[in-house]
Each structure stands twice: as C-alpha cells, then as structure tokens.
C-alpha cells in the first residue's frame, strides 16, 4: 500500500506560478512510475506528466509542454510539478499517481495508487 499527498496548490493569476509535491510512503519509491493528473469542473481526467523510475524518461502533455516540467527525489520520496506561464485553462483539481512497476504509462487506469488531489486556480 502506497499513499500519496500533494500539497503546494493555491490561487495564482495568469501568467504565474506554482510548484506542487507529492509525498510518497513506501520503501521502495525509486522504483515506481509517478505521474500527475488534472480534472476540471465538468471535464474528463487528463493526463498531465509522468516520470519513470529514476527519472530516466519524462512526458507531458503537449498542452503543457514547455511550460511544466516534472522531477522526482527520491531521497525524499518526493516527486514535483513545477509550473510556469500558467493560464485559467489550467484551473483544475492536480492528482499524484504512482505506478509500482515503473513504466510510464498515460492512462489513470495504469496507476495503483492515486492522492487526494490539491486545487489549482488560475484567474485571468
């Protein structure tokens, strides 16, 4: 049994930015696929970035692309999302999700274990 807890989410204006945590219980954390997922009201979860075991690959998704950038420490049991630039279509609740197999997949029905989600608000 892994859990999982994100913090770091707040109120930001357009153009801001924000650093979200997710801290992870378990031994053997190095070895697992941690990824972050968003839901807006109204929306489908997305898929928004995920890192391997050891940080050996990354992926985004292109509508953050170049603006978001994932890292892990696993000294800490930690993995972040730093976020820049950040826009209203941002605005949605941010879910930690760790794989214990750690590959990077895109899918939430890949992911075991998931945190209680922190909320994102970006106004304009």
């Known amino acids: 049994q892994v859990q999982l807890v994100e913090s770091g989410g707040g109120m930001v204006q357009a153009g801001g930015s924000l650093r979200l945590s997710c801290a992870a219980s378990g031994r053997t954390f190095s070895s697992y696929a941690m990824a972050w997922f968003r839901q807006a009201p109204g929306k489908e979860g997305e898929f928004v970035s995920a890192i391997s075991r050891r940080a050996i690959m990354t992926h985004y998704a292109d509508s953050v692309k170049g603006r978001f950038t994932i890292s892990r420490e696993d000294a800490k049991n930690e993995v972040y999302l730093q976020m820049e630039s950040l826009n209203p279509g941002d605005t949605a609740v941010y879910y930690c999700?760790?794989?214990?197999?750690?590959?990077?997949?895109?899918?939430?029905?890949?992911?075991?274990?998931w945190g209680q989600g922190t909320q994102v608000t970006v106004s304009s």
């Open positions: 999700a760790c794989q214990v197999r750690g590959i990077i997949n895109y899918r939430e029905v890949d992911y075991d274990y």
